[in-house]
């Protein structure tokens, strides 16, 4: 049981690349959530995610992308990275609508 | 009036030591209360609920005064692996489905 599960661990972009983080689960656990964590700034949410096909947007949620395609796996999308995206992010998951399970976390650099 | 507070700190406490830091909220229909701990470049990790009643786990007591909109997290006879940022959650589940993290409150256990 790995719980939650994030890839890449670290990443660095150039301004306009593109990139795409992947978030799993072995929970059955019906809400994901993407975070980005700056200094300062605390936990903020970019999109989430109810179910499998549903996806809805956090308090950040511009610059980024999200799809849940099967119930496990949460992707978040970077389609073109800027250095205000310079961040680590936080994936996260849950049975209901809180205790959440967090995964490791993804260091993204972008020069 | 901010949606979740922590005093910052650090609080930098010795050992052996009683701390206790408060989270105030704003949103008075708040229904569910958690306390996260994260030590640094990790993911949050659960610590405990908060339930009305208080909510005690070993060296932990949570606590929720919903009349002043808090919530306490007392840690009694302090290690030094309890060092940590400990992040306040509120859910304001139901008409306003949202999760809120505090920005977290820093605890250095000196020796």
């Known amino acids: 049981n790995a719980g939650v599960t994030q890839t890449p661990k670290f990443r660095v972009l150039k301004t306009g690349q593109s990139m795409t983080l992947l978030c799993a689960q072995d929970m059955n656990h019906e809400y994901m959530y993407w975070y980005r964590q700056d200094p300062g700034m605390g936990l903020r949410l970019i999109h989430y995610?109810?179910?499998?096909?549903?996806?809805a947007k956090g308090e950040v949620p511009d610059g980024y992308n999200v799809s849940r395609l099967k119930k496990q796996n949460f992707l978040l999308g970077l389609e073109s990275a800027a250095p205000s995206q310079t961040s680590v992010y936080f994936c996260?998951?849950?049975?209901?609508?809180?205790?959440?399970?967090f995964g490791p976390g993804t260091r993204l650099t972008v020069t | 009036r901010k949606e979740v507070e922590q005093d910052p700190g650090p609080f930098n406490v010795p050992e052996g030591a009683t701390v206790a830091f408060n989270c105030t909220y704003s949103n008075s229909a708040s229904q569910s209360f958690f306390w996260y701990r994260q030590d640094c470049r990790k993911e949050p990790k659960l610590l405990m609920s908060v339930y009305s009643s208080g909510n005690e786990d070993g060296r932990f007591t949570a606590q929720l005064n919903r009349a002043s909109q808090y919530i306490s997290l007392l840690i009694r006879d302090s290690k030094l692996s309890d060092s940590a940022t400990y992040l306040c959650?509120?859910?304001?589940?139901?008409?306003?489905?949202?999760?809120?993290f505090g920005k977290g409150t820093r605890l250095h256990i000196l020796p």
């Open positions: 959650v509120v859910n304001n589940q139901g008409r306003d489905d949202k999760i809120i």
């Open positions: 996260a998951s849950s049975s209901v609508f809180y205790e959440q399970y």
């Open positions: 995610s109810v179910g499998e096909g549903t996806t």
